[in-house]
Structure formats: structure tokens, C-alpha cells
């Protein structure tokens, strides 16, 4: 069974649902094993298809340039699913991802928001940041620049000029600089208005992280959150039956 089958019958799985319980009871038993088969034909390509790490069609593996989905402070981030069904489309094919973003929805945005910018932009914003604020320096030294921002004493010389310079840049540089980094991240790579597009990403995911050079997890509490739930949603009572290890006769 071909792989475009397969996520085409994945896709309209929902809406063949219907028709499929309604021709299982009207149908004999020789109808009841050709659906079983159809099943286990299926099972078998998807198995097969997550086992290659391969990707389902042409222009499956998309990435994007990292100042994408961190322009204005994580716009991408912050305007959520919805909002980006009604975007335009910044990714592109490719057959090798620099990085590979995994991060979870139900964290918190703005945490998400920053880390990335600082594991992207910090090291320039650091590096302009200080070569800029040996300017103030150097005039501050030359007595070009005022000693202090206040009046006397004149001693020991003091001057913020360095400080403030170098923390202004280093704070704009943060949040400006522009990465060109190529990078998967969900919502800017899957195009979130095509269950088919989803699908085969989906089924691609594998894919995805073998074109990957390394991987970065934007980890917050929800990953073990959600981990809990299946044991605490529906908890069972406890139940306690003490065994006796030395009965007395």
C-alpha cells in the first residue's frame, strides 16, 4: 500500500467511520474479514512507514529561519493555532534541519519566549554589547564624556556611562537580532489549516529528527504534568490487604 494511500485514508478515517459501521452490520462475515484485512493492511504501512524514519511525500520536511519564530518577542508563539491557520507561509522544503524545536503548549509562553531568544541571541548581544560599551569607556577615560551624573566628590571618578551603554544594547540586541539558524518548529512548518499536512507530518516525524542536526527541548513543568494525567484524571482507590508474614497457629 502506497504511503500517499495510507494518509489519505488516515485523514478521512473520521468521516468513513459512519459508513463503515453501517456497511459492517448490514455485510456477512466474508465483508467483516475484508474490513479486517483493510485494517491490518493499514497497520502494517503505518508501522512501516514510522520504522523507515522516512517522509511520507515530497516537501514533507519543511524548516523556517530561526528569526521567524522569534520576531516580535515570539509572535509565533503567542498568537497560537488559530491565528496561524491565517498566516502566510515562511517555511520552506529542505532535506536538513539545523535544530529541531520541541516544546510544549500548555507552558508558559513568555518563559518559552526567552529562552529561546537567549540560547539564540545571547552570545552577539553579548559580544556587540561589549564592544560597543568600550566606546563610552575610551571617552569616559579621555575626560570626554562627564565624570559622574551627579556633583561632588570628584573621587574616586565614576561613571555609569559603560553600564548603562552595554546593558541597552546588550537588551536590544536580544530582542532584535535576527538568527539565521534553520529550524522546525510545529507551528511554523506544519501548515496548521490541512489535516492532510498534519497527518503527514505526523507520520514524517521521524523524519523530521533524522534531518535534524541537534535537538533542543524547551522543557517546562507541563511535560511531567501531562505525564501524570492518565494515573491521576480517573485515579482508582487505594486499597490495602495486609498480609501476615508469621500467623500464629
Not at 130 to 157: G, K, N, S
Request: aromatic residues 8%.
Amino acid at each position: 500500500m502506497a504511503v500517499g494511500t495510507v494518509v489519505d485514508q488516515v485523514v478521512d478515517d473520521d468521516g468513513d467511520d459512519d459508513d463503515d459501521v453501517d456497511d459492517a452490520e448490514e455485510s456477512s462475515s466474508g465483508s467483516d474479514d475484508n474490513v479486517e484485512a483493510r485494517v491490518s493492511k493499514l497497520e502494517e504501512a503505518l508501522a512501516a512507514c514510522l520504522q523507515s524514519m522516512d517522509p511520507v511525500g515530497p516537501g514533507v520536511i519543511q524548516a523556517v529561519q530561526a528569526r521567524h519564530a522569534l520576531w516580535c518577542c515570539g509572535r509565533a508563539f503567542r498568537r497560537g493555532h488559530a491565528r496561524a491557520r491565517r498566516s502566510r507561509r515562511v517555511s520552506f522544503s529542505t532535506g536538513r534541519i539545523q535544530q529541531f524545536w520541541s516544546h510544549s503548549w500548555h507552558g508558559s509562553t513568555w518563559n518559552k519566549i526567552l529562552t529561546a531568544m537567549y540560547l539564540h541571541n545571547g552570545c552577539m548581544a553579548s559580544l556587540i554589547a561589549t564592544i560597543v560599551a568600550a566606546i563610552p569607556m575610551v571617552l569616559f577615560t579621555l575626560e570626554l564624556l562627564p565624570m559622574r551624573f551627579q556633583e561632588d566628590p570628584e573621587y574616586p571618578a565614576t561613571s555609569y556611562w559603560t553600564r548603562l551603554v552595554g546593558l541597552l544594547t546588550y537588551c536590544a540586541v536580544l530582542g532584535l537580532w535576527q538568527p539565521r539558524k534553520h529550524i522546525f518548529v510545529d507551528i511554523l512548518c506544519i501548515d496548521q489549516g490541512s489535516p492532510k499536512a498534519k497527518t503527514q507530518a505526523l507520520l514524517s516525524m521521524g523524519a523530521f529528527l533524522k534531518s535534524s542536526g541537534s535537538l533542543l527541548v524547551l522543557w517546562d513543568p507541563s511535560f511531567t504534568q501531562r505525564l501524570r494525567c492518565p494515573s491521576t484524571r480517573n485515579p482508582k482507590p487505594e486499597t490495602l490487604n495486609p498480609k501476615p508474614l508469621n500467623p500464629e497457629p
